[in-house]
């Protein structure tokens, strides 16, 4: 054979090389198989409450229902003829005491609940966080924690005089690509990151019931983003432009947006592009530099005659796209609220975040460039070289 020549000495002589850091799922899978149980000390499961079995709380009711280190005690939620529904669907023991938004105040009392799942409307959030962290108990909230930067600070506040963790559900972070990308830019095997283009495309079409209480398309879509942006480039963004349209007339009526550009510039001089839209045809459509969309089935793909290859279509919406982010975030929880692990999602990133939210609403708006100052934030020194810097603010 011609090429016996190249062939080399035996795999068998040479080092293995181990699983790629990316490949968390057969890491998973060594550690199951090496049962090594001095590597984590056993805990007993916490003790939980779940507020709300709709949208969100359905797609972390998949994962906390299956989940042997959480014990769920309450669930919450205002469709009490629903009730028994949901015991037969979920398979929930008779342990489990089922309770509308009134009763509340029995879980609050209950010290034997020490962790609140909040899946519920954005405008019920605070309140639910508020009195579940004053009585003790340590909070997983889907974003955002409070329909305001001040309500959301005050709440960190208060979960720090409790000692208690309050963790801000912001899913995308613990998606393998994501977090692989982040990883390959602080090693800097991207060299200094000058463009960042990202590329968020709802589906499906958002019921406009939900979109009047969801708190606006800059707080309920664009956030995510925007937390990816600074999240991957480790820094916070000083200049917000940002170009905003309704086209559907349905989305007008309620002084929201459906199509929107975004620029934001940062102190190392990176500049994040993004294009967002309330409704995609073919698919959510969610892709940051070279992070590209995923699909169901991978390998299955076929010809049609002239018009070439025909590929799966990309994952229908979110809670399939994002469902390994979802269950790596809460483990992640736990491992934060049981074994002290170092919380991913730090309080000042979240406030951040809800700074540049606002900015870019202002801007969508008002149709300016709006500056941040960030001068009288306390953000940490791994951020922080931007304080030196000298920009001239509009005092937003």
Not at 139 to 158: R, W
Not at 348 to 362: G, N, T
Request: aromatic residues 12%; glycine residues 6%; hydrophobic residues 35%.
């Amino acid at each position: 054979m011609a090429t016996k020549k190249f062939a080399g000495p035996s795999a068998y002589k040479l080092q293995q090389p181990g699983p790629p850091e990316v490949d968390f799922l057969f890491t998973e899978f060594l550690n199951n198989v090496a049962a090594d149980v001095s590597t984590k000390e056993t805990k007993e499961p916490v003790v939980a409450a779940v507020f709300g079995l709709g949208r969100a709380g359905a797609i972390h009711m998949a994962t906390i229902n299956r989940n042997s280190r959480i014990k769920v005690k309450y669930i919450v939620d205002d469709r009490k003829d629903k009730f028994d529904e949901f015991k037969k669907f979920w398979a929930f023991s008779d342990d489990i005491t089922f309770l509308t938004p009134k009763e509340s105040e029995k879980v609050y009392n209950d010290k034997s609940v020490n962790t609140v799942f909040v899946f519920t409307p954005t405008t019920t959030h605070h309140q639910i966080v508020v009195n579940s962290l004053s009585n003790g108990k340590d909070v997983f909230c889907e974003k955002p924690i409070a329909e305001t930067a001040e309500e959301t600070k005050k709440c960190y506040e208060l979960a720090k005089q409790k000692g208690r963790t309050l963790f801000a559900a912001f899913m995308r972070r613990f998606d393998p690509a994501y977090r692989d990308l982040k990883n390959r830019i602080r090693r800097g095997d991207l060299g200094h990151v000058q463009i960042v283009k990202g590329t968020t495309r709802d589906s499906p079409l958002p019921p406009i019931e939900y979109l009047k209480t969801s708190g606006g398309v800059f707080f309920d879509c664009l956030v995510h983003d925007f937390d990816m942006f600074l999240w991957l480039l480790g820094e916070v963004p000083t200049r917000v432009q940002v170009s905003a349209s309704a086209l559907m007339e349905e989305i007008k009526a309620i002084n929201d947006f459906d199509t929107i550009a975004t620029i934001l510039t940062f102190p190392s001089g990176a500049v994040a592009i993004l294009d967002n839209s309330r409704y995609s045809s073919y698919g959510i459509d969610q892709r940051m530099i070279k992070v590209d969309n995923q699909r169901p089935s991978h390998s299955t793909e076929y010809l049609i005659g002239q018009e070439g290859v025909k590929f799966n279509p990309i994952y229908y919406s979110f809670p399939s796209r994002y469902k390994l982010a979802y269950q790596r975030e809460l483990e992640h929880f736990l491992d934060v609220i049981q074994y002290g692990a170092p919380i991913d999602v730090n309080s000042w990133q979240i406030l951040a975040v809800s700074k540049v939210v606002a900015a870019a609403e202002k801007s969508a708006r008002t149709g300016e460039t709006v500056y941040i100052d960030w001068s009288k934030d306390d953000i940490p020194a791994e951020y922080s070289y931007l304080h030196s810097l000298h920009h001239t603010f509009n005092g937003y």
